[in-house]
């Protein structure tokens, strides 16, 4: 997982926003593997494959405006993981996974 982080540190350094999130979605599968269920992984997947349009509208929106906390939120991710704790990691992906789906509704919205 930290390996993917730095990953996405270059990619967001270099404005590469479908490397960006090729290595978020890596992360967060190798995360999701830990848990033992192949079938809520592969269902995961194909909802990422799903919605990758409207998740690059988000990440492009995030390289372009001011620096966001999404970084940090996967390092406090790697961190939860690492300790085996899933209550921490529930919490910070939520987090995330709100913050993405509000800036893809303002994207969306605004037009651009």
Partial sequence: M???????????TEQRVVAYLDH?????????????NPVL????QTLWSHCRAYKIVGAQAALDGPPDDSLWRHQQLVEAARS?????ASAVNTVSLNEATARIK???ASGQ
Avoid at 2 to 12: H, K, N, S
Avoid at 24 to 36: C, K, M, W
Avoid at 41 to 44: D, G, N, R, S, Y
């Fill in 41 to 44: 992984v592969e269902t995961i």
């Fill in 24 to 36: 978020d979605e890596a992360l967060l599968t190798i995360l999701y593997r830990a848990g033992g």
């Fill in 84 to 88: 085996h704790d899933g209550a921490a």
């Fill in 106 to 108: 303002a994207q969306l």
């Fill in 2 to 12: 930290q390996d993917e982080l730095e990953l996405m540190r270059t990619a967001i």
